[in-house]
């Protein structure tokens, strides 16, 4: 069946430092991608969707491109900030949604 | 104000009971689905409904019953409830075939079975 595999966390990294959270997906239909973000006491929400192959996503400073030939799309910010703490999951589908185990990302000022 | 709300927001329940859990969504979505999320899995599927019909069913147990007695409301009846059961449930609903397939969720329901 259809799946998702990512970075396993938790992760903690310094204000101003660069992320990259990898995920690799495995479907046999065309792929739907989205990075969902999730903040303490709330439900996971929509950061982006990955659009076409060799196309990027992006929001907030977060941005993935999806590479059909390593079946992956992984998540990159250039310089994180504290207000970016929070649990990252890579998601594949459409209503029915197949979510990756959540990469725990925690910013030191 | 939030746009899908789930209702306890804390349950704590004896194993061997029966619980409801409320969702009810004001975006004027069709599709509404539930979600589980347990300190030993990721997020997964349970169900997913359409115009209130019942359009995919992921859960193993029939102990798991959704209930939609409005578009808008989407409520999960949990019968003969063991500690297994213990989780976070999140109500979402979508717009499928409006060009933004986003699930907006819910703040969940943390459900403790003793």
């Known amino acids: 069946g259809d799946s998702v595999t990512?970075?396993?966390?938790?992760?903690?990294?310094?204000e101003?430092?660069?992320?990259?959270?990898?995920?690799?997906?495995?479907?046999?239909?065309?792929?739907t991608l989205f990075w969902y973000?999730?903040?303490?006491?709330?439900?996971?929400?929509?950061?982006?969707?990955?659009?076409?192959?060799?196309?990027k996503g992006s929001n907030r400073g977060f941005e993935a491109t999806y590479d059909k030939g390593t079946t992956s799309f992984h998540l990159q910010k250039a310089s994180v900030q504290e207000s970016d703490s929070a649990v990252y999951y890579c998601v594949l589908?459409?209503?029915?949604?197949?979510?990756?185990?959540?990469?725990?990302?925690?910013?030191?000022? | 104000d939030p746009?899908?709300?789930?209702?306890?927001k804390y349950?704590?329940?004896?194993?061997?009971?029966?619980?409801?859990?409320?969702?009810?969504?004001?975006?004027?979505?069709?599709?509404?689905?539930?979600?589980?999320?347990?300190?030993?899995?990721?997020?997964?599927?349970?169900f997913s409904y359409s115009y209130q019909k019942l359009m995919?069913?992921?859960t193993a147990s029939s102990r798991f019953q959704p209930q939609s007695s409005k578009k808008n409301h989407l409520d999960l009846q949990i019968t003969a409830l063991k500690p297994d059961d213990s989780a976070t449930y999140f109500c979402a609903s979508s717009?499928?075939?409006?060009?933004d397939e986003r699930l907006f969720f819910g703040h969940g329901t943390k459900l403790s079975v003793l």
């Open chain 1, 6 to 14: 990512q970075t396993k966390g938790p992760v903690t990294l310094s």
């Open chain 1, 16 to 31: 101003g430092t660069s992320l990259t959270v990898n995920c690799s997906y495995e479907t046999k239909q065309y792929p």
């Open chain 1, 37 to 55: 973000v999730q903040y303490p006491g709330e439900g996971p929400q929509l950061l982006f969707k990955v659009p076409k192959a060799n196309e």
């Open chain 1, 93 to 109: 589908g459409q209503g029915k949604l197949i979510f990756g185990q959540g990469t725990k990302l925690s910013i030191k000022p």
């Open chain 2, 3 to 8: 746009k899908i709300i789930q209702k306890p």
């Open chain 2, 11 to 46: 349950l704590v329940a004896v194993t061997g009971s029966e619980k409801i859990l409320i969702c009810e969504q004001y975006l004027g979505h069709n599709a509404m689905y539930w979600y589980r999320q347990s300190a030993k899995k990721p997020l997964e599927f349970m």
């Open chain 2, 56 to 58: 995919d069913n992921q």
């Open chain 2, 95 to 99: 717009q499928p075939g409006q060009g």
